[in-house]
């Protein structure tokens, strides 16, 4: 009797995990079959590489190209923004802080991570969009680097929690062992400790990346949603998601603008599963 | 006694409420302006709820679809944003009906500046110019030394088609303008008002009902040599403001039954409130 049950749990667990792999693998067919449509009639070079989205003019033109760069440029400002910051608190409630501190910071993380996307971009859009405009004296302060501010916040939570796992987890007698040879602890943390914990780091960093590149309600709020290419980080940019969620509402299902929308889903998908990808990768060496 | 009479009264009153829907039955065809469909399919919503014996099929293809489909019998109201020729009504007396016309609602859109922006109106040449990039910078219209940062609409926003096809096309069908790629998109007229209200660089355009103090709503004029007209209610209704124009509705000769019901309707109060929650003008002012 006891085994039966035992044997019930394993597979229920077992359907659950195969359940989830289901789930992505049929994501992934539909994109590619409401996607796949799209590419009989624009070839993929011009869909790519193409300067214009003007996806319901006469004749309509379909190049995501400066939305496929608005998003990496906003992604990249954020990453850069919120890895630094975010090693830096990982670093200092795992090594430095006094445990009261710690809990403080860690409930304070937690709390942000909490924050819904659309008022942190409504936030942003009344706080930050003026201080940007007036801080860099540029026409506008609906800007990529905006978007990239306010992205960076939302992806510090992961980053920060991994991160600190990532340091905590390093066999307390590598610290031990700098600090015998008589290193400062400043030295033994940039010199040991990181080094130990990079993989757990660098993880921590794909994994926040990740979040920010699919983020949408916060960018499109923000970042201006002009279809240029973006040559500063003080200009207007239109994400790849931002421009899902703009134009889905009020496509005509069918015709190729939907299917364009959907071929747009596909090269999202594979960026994120990339990125994941990635981390995964370097969070199992973490662990090894 | 008196309670079981009340109960009595009220299922008598149901059932004949129910008999008085069950009088109209049938379907509407509705045939026409792409920029009406979705106000058409507001209102086929809720007077369906009404009228649940009734089905109406709102289908778009463009004014002139709706008229041939008047004319040619296909459908039992056209649904226009432009009146109809003489051409027209005369193949439709050969059919042997005279199409009557309805004012359903107005489209009237406010061209809309910082409060402190010196410049008090504009020609639909200098929106052109300016909503398609060749005028870059307020000086050139008379205003400061600033760069012109543009707010439009998202592409599918009705809004956004008419104001191409009005203000940057000018209402010919010679012109191929489209807007600059650096005009923001904004997921909504909201968000195009707070900008406005924050950047004295900003120009954008919406219904005329979010405006508000915190924006300027510029005067504007047809061309140089006609007077500049402020949007309100009044110029918008007897068509002086000229970027604005009637919503209109056409039947095969005078409508009866449950076409009549759905003119009705939408003439009713709550049928004007519809138009409203679609970002069009109601034809008699609501009571606020």
């Given at each position: ?6 044997f ?6 077992l ?13 992934f067919?539909?994109?590619?079959k ?5 590419f009989?009639?624009?070839p ?54 006094p ?12 709390i ?24 860099f004296?540029?026409?506008t ?57 990079k ?5 921590a ?33 239109r ?13 005509v ?7 364009s929308?959907?071929a ?25 | ?19 008085a ?21 507001a ?34 109201i ?16 050969q ?22 922006n ?16 060749r ?8 205003g400061k ?34 807007f ?21 660089n ?17 005067a504007?004029a047809?061309?140089?040599?006609s ?7 009044a110029?918008?209704v ?42 069009f ?8």
């Amino acid at each position: 009797m006891r085994r039966l049950k035992e044997f019930l749990i394993e597979k229920l667990i077992l359907l659950s995990g195969i359940t989830v792999i289901v789930f992505v693998v049929l994501i992934f067919v539909f994109l590619l079959k409401e996607g796949v449509a799209f590419f009989k009639e624009v070839p993929l070079s011009d869909f790519l590489g193409g300067k214009y989205w003007y996806p319901i003019s006469e004749p309509p033109r379909f190049g995501i190209l400066p939305l496929i760069l608005g998003s990496l440029l906003v992604t990249l400002g954020a990453t850069v923004f919120a890895v630094i910051t975010s090693i830096c608190a990982a670093f200092y409630i795992a090594e430095v802080a006094p445990p009261r501190v710690r809990d403080v910071l860690k409930t304070g993380i937690e709390i942000l991570a909490s924050i819904p996307s659309v008022v942190l971009g409504f936030v942003g859009m009344v706080t930050l969009v003026p201080w940007v405009k007036s801080a860099f004296h540029v026409p506008t302060g609906l800007t990529a680097l905006s978007g990239a501010i306010m992205l960076g916040f939302m992806a510090m939570p992961t980053i920060i929690s991994i991160s600190e796992d990532a340091l905590a987890a390093v066999p307390r007698h590598f610290k031990e062992g700098s600090i015998a040879l008589g290193a400062t602890r400043w030295q033994t943390m940039y010199r040991v400790t990181i080094h130990a914990a990079k993989p757990g780091i660098f993880a921590a960093s794909m994994l926040g990346i990740g979040r920010v590149i699919g983020e949408t309600m916060a960018v499109m709020m923000i970042t201006g949603n002009a279809a240029v290419i973006p040559r500063t980080f003080l200009m207007p940019v239109r994400t790849l998601t931002a421009t899902i969620a703009a134009e889905m509402g009020e496509v005509v299902h069918g015709s190729t603008h939907y299917q364009s929308l959907f071929a747009i889903g596909i090269i999202l998908f594979l960026m994120t599963f990339v990125v994941n990808v990635t981390a995964d990768y370097f969070l199992h060496r973490a662990r090894d | 006694m008196k309670r079981i009479m009340t109960v009595c009264l009220f299922f008598l009153g149901l059932a004949g409420a129910v008999a008085a829907q069950g009088e109209l039955s049938g379907t509407i065809q509705i045939k026409g302006s792409d920029t009406m469909v979705n106000l058409g399919q507001a209102w086929a919503e809720a007077y369906s709820k009404a009228h649940p014996g009734v089905s109406v099929a709102v289908t778009g293809g463009g004014s002139g679809t709706g008229f041939s489909a008047l004319i040619g019998g296909t459908c039992d109201i056209a649904e226009t944003s432009r009146t109809i020729k003489e051409k027209e009504v005369a193949l439709a007396q050969q059919k042997g009906f005279t199409p009557v016309e309805f004012k359903v609602a107005m489209d009237g859109l406010a061209v809309v500046v910082h409060p402190d922006n010196p410049v008090d109106g504009l020609t639909i040449d200098q929106l052109a110019d300016i909503f398609t990039g060749r005028i870059t910078n307020w000086r050139e219209v008379g205003g400061k030394d600033l760069p012109i940062v543009l707010l439009s609409r998202e592409i599918n926003s009705g809004t956004h088609i008419y104001f191409k096809e009005h203000v940057l096309r000018k209402g010919r069908s010679d012109i191929f303008d489209e807007f600059s790629p650096m005009a923001l998109l904004m997921p909504s007229s909201q968000a195009i008002a707070e900008e406005t209200a924050q950047n004295e660089n900003a120009i954008g355009y919406y219904g005329m009902g979010y405006v508000s103090p915190a924006q300027k709503a510029l005067a504007v004029a047809k061309d140089a040599e006609s007077d500049y007209v402020r949007p309100d209610v009044a110029d918008v209704v007897s068509g002086r403001y000229p970027i604005s124009r009637p919503l209109l509705m056409y039947t095969p000769g005078e409508p009866a039954g449950a076409v009549k019901a759905f003119l009705d309707f939408v003439l009713s109060p709550e049928g004007q409130r519809i138009v409203e929650k679609v970002d069009f003008v109601p034809i008699r002012p609501a009571a606020e």
